[in-house]
């Protein structure tokens, strides 16, 4: 055996020892230490205690997924995991069976009931963790918490704490080729939040950007990380030698048409009001009312331009399969075997 | 007033998006679904090819049971011969003999994959040994073709060395996933391991109490190749020396695509620490396409090498895998018909005109405040002088 076969066969000696390598250390659960937080409490003194979020690769995937099955309603589910000083971690996540802004009291019981039989259960084969927060999906309108999200997350942080909120936006997801996921937390009633500074923008929906508007300002998003184990990483390495395929036949201007579409009429109607806007300011000329109307106009154009940049990179994808596929060059041909095929595709 | 009214574009904008809502899509659906066909054509060819031509390679390791190819039955001919030489550890083959074809098909979503992995890390994790996990798969069946689409852990008892599944347990988990994905039924069970031997068989014939005719999943944790370790196998019952045996046949599965599965699986394969700000936002987009075109552009390699290799006789002669390549050839251009073109060409007009507008909506706005800036400059120094005024 030469050199690098010695250094191969050691290496993958010592990932195949019993002893678990520090990247799967997260998937053990220590009951006592869990204990001894839940116990202290530091984030009753801190209402912005909570820095960080990570989220594992199956918790993703199983909220992603969920949130697409709803298609456009909205769906909700819980997570499991666990707390670790200022960072939450998400191990495992599962559906409810209840609509996403449920507010009717008997849907709550059947919720309740079904998350105390998954927990046993769960415990039953190995999954310790407790449940730290809830999920749902915005399908088309982006992540950010609604008014009742907000009544919902206040209450939860009262009595389940500590208690994340996690939002996902499937339709979003799927145009823009990316996870569109925000995860939240709630200040208690009448903190002042100190100014943080402008967040990641994102386009909302004419229909619900006052109920954005009134109670942005009464939580903060956590920073989302993600992890995955060992045999995690192994196996999506390998998948990739099978999902290329999928991968290079997606093609997203069909799968986004209508969300497309939907796009740019909610454009067209931003774009009305703030021509009416611009209308009235005419008259005045004062500054305040100025940069209301610039404001308004410049948040069209950068919509208009994410709707357009997301068209573009389907159509992109189109003309490499094109060439890819269907233009041949029917140049070079040294053996007749290769006249055969040109013929076939003029005929 | 100019500004006002380049306004004009929102009936401009809404009229092209109905449009574009009843643009023809047939082509481009056609177009996609030969794309993806090709591909997978590519992939199960050069997957022939690769097994060939590591039988030919002396140094190389015995090649593993066709595991991982998605293809179609037809490629199973082939690869079947190398199933034969599958034998459990601890005596006796519990494979049935190489030839047999399975009787249903299988797409397997790659979250099964994941949560199974997770399953085991977990359990090794807490326990500190790799130990051997047990679960449920759930999915939809349509006839011949099965769909596994999500999996939960099951308990057992070990009784005299033997697994015994809790019954009690699987009928709890069972009424809580009907509540959440009432129209998935359970269609097999999944382990981890190596190759399958009898005492999946005993647990096998637990679950064929519970269901018809179970799959059965196995996924090798342990595994040192780069392919796919999870293998789907059924059970038919066979006579051996003149006693009816139930033996497993192994199935082809083909890896279920949705949309925005893929994009999750794509975003955590790829998630290391991102520091894409500094890259511009098509190389984002372009770089899963890229990886994609790479592997597209190594398997045909592999292939146009298995040609040559065969030409210059240094590999036997296989017809059936020189017949696919030219099936493959001459499925080229995939399609180029005339109202394909003219499709196509309308999509790009569309995607054109969009762009356009947005360029449009940006000019606009760039003139609003140009213009806005321009009337305030002039605009104070008449309006300081009428303020003077009012106040003096």
């Known amino acids: 055996m030469n050199q690098s076969q010695i250094a191969q066969r050691t290496w993958e000696m010592a990932n195949n020892m019993e002893s678990v390598n520090a990247a799967d250390e997260i998937y053990q659960y220590d009951r006592k230490q869990q204990q001894d937080i839940l116990q202290a409490k530091p984030w009753e003194k801190d209402p912005h205690f909570f820095k960080q979020i990570k989220i594992s690769a199956l918790a993703l995937l199983k909220m992603v997924m969920h949130a697409r099955s709803g298609g456009t309603l909205e769906v909700m589910g819980l997570m499991l995991g666990k707390v670790d000083g200022p960072t939450m971690i998400v191990m495992d996540s599962f559906a409810l069976p209840v609509e996403g802004t449920e507010t009717r009291v008997n849907a709550q019981a059947q919720a309740y009931e079904y998350m105390t039989g998954y927990v046993e259960a769960a415990k039953q084969v190995g999954r310790q963790e407790n449940v730290i927060g809830w999920y749902h999906s915005h399908p088309g309108y982006g992540c950010w918490l609604s008014g009742i999200d907000v009544s919902t997350q206040m209450l939860n942080q009262n009595y389940q704490e500590p208690f994340v909120a996690i939002v996902i936006d499937p339709i979003r997801t799927i145009s823009s080729g990316k996870v569109n996921i925000g995860a939240f937390r709630t200040y208690p009633k009448g903190y002042k939040p100190p100014d943080e500074g402008p967040s990641e923008y994102q386009t909302i929906p004419l229909n619900k950007i006052e109920d954005f508007g009134v109670h942005c300002k009464q939580y903060y998003s956590l920073d989302i990380s993600y992890f995955k184990s060992s045999l995690d990483k192994k196996l999506l390495d390998s998948l990739w030698n099978k999902y290329w395929v999928n991968t290079l036949s997606s093609s997203s201007l069909i799968t986004n048409a209508e969300y497309m579409t939907r796009q740019i009429f909610d454009l067209s109607d931003k774009l009305e009001n703030s021509e009416t806007a611009l209308g009235r300011a005419g008259l005045f000329g004062l500054d305040p009312q100025e940069k209301k109307t610039e404001d308004k106009l410049s948040r069209v154009t950068r919509d208009s331009c994410k709707t357009t940049m997301e068209a573009l990179h389907g159509l992109m994808a189109q003309v490499v399969k094109d060439r890819l596929f269907n233009q041949i060059p029917q140049a070079q041909s040294q053996a007749q075997e290769s006249a055969q095929p040109s013929s076939q595709a003029q005929a | ?392």
């Open chain 2, 1 to 392: 007033a100019g500004v006002l009214q380049a306004f004009s574009t929102p009936e401009y904008n809404s009229m092209s998006a109905k449009d574009m809502a009843s643009m023809e899509v047939d082509e481009d659906v056609a177009a996609e679904a030969t794309s993806s066909s090709q591909s997978l054509a590519v992939e199960s060819t050069s997957q022939a090819a690769s097994g060939i031509i590591n039988v030919v390679a002396p140094t190389s390791p015995l090649p593993q049971p066709a595991q991982s190819s998605a293809s179609s039955s037809s490629l199973s001919v082939v690869a079947g011969g190398s199933n034969s030489e599958v034998v459990s550890g601890d005596g006796g083959t519990v494979m049935a003999s190489a030839g047999t074809v399975g009787s249903v098909s299988v797409s397997l979503h790659p979250l099964v994959i994941l949560n199974i992995s997770e399953h085991w890390t977990r359990q090794r994790a807490q326990e500190g040994k790799p130990v051997q996990v047990l679960g449920a798969l759930i999915g939809k069946q349509t006839g011949r073709h099965i769909e596994i689409m999500n999996s939960f852990e099951l308990s057992y008892d070990e009784l005299g060395g033997h697994i015994i599944i809790n019954r009690d347990y699987y009928t709890v988990k069972e009424e809580q996933y009907k509540q959440v994905f009432s129209d998935m039924d359970l269609l097999g069970w999944y382990t981890t391991g190596d190759t399958p031997g009898p005492p999946d068989l005993l647990i096998h014939k637990q679950v064929c109490d519970l269901l018809d005719s179970p799959v059965f999943l196995k996924l090798n944790p342990m595994a040192r190749h780069t392919d796919l370790p999870v293998s789907i196998f059924e059970s038919v019952l066979d006579l051996v020396n003149g006693a009816p045996t139930m033996l497993l046949v192994e199935l082809q599965y083909t890896l279920a695509t949705e949309e925005a599965e893929r994009i999750g699986v794509d975003h955590v394969a790829r998630m290391s620490s991102h520091d894409t700000q500094e890259s511009s936002l098509v190389a984002e987009n372009l770089q899963a396409q890229y990886s994609a075109i790479k592997m597209l552009a190594s398997r045909v390699r592999l292939i146009a090498e298995y040609v040559r290799a065969s030409q210059r006789g240094e590999v036997e002669f296989n017809h059936e895998i020189l017949r696919q390549v030219n099936a493959l050839t001459h499925r080229l251009p995939v399609l180029s018909s005339d109202k394909f073109r003219g499709e196509f060409y309308n999509q790009c007009n569309d995607v054109a005109l969009m762009s356009y507008l947005g360029t449009i909506t940006k000019c606009c706005n760039t003139m609003n405040r140009f213009i806005n800036r321009f009337n305030l400059l002039h605009e104070r120094l008449a309006m300081g002088r009428r303020m003077r005024g009012l106040f003096f």
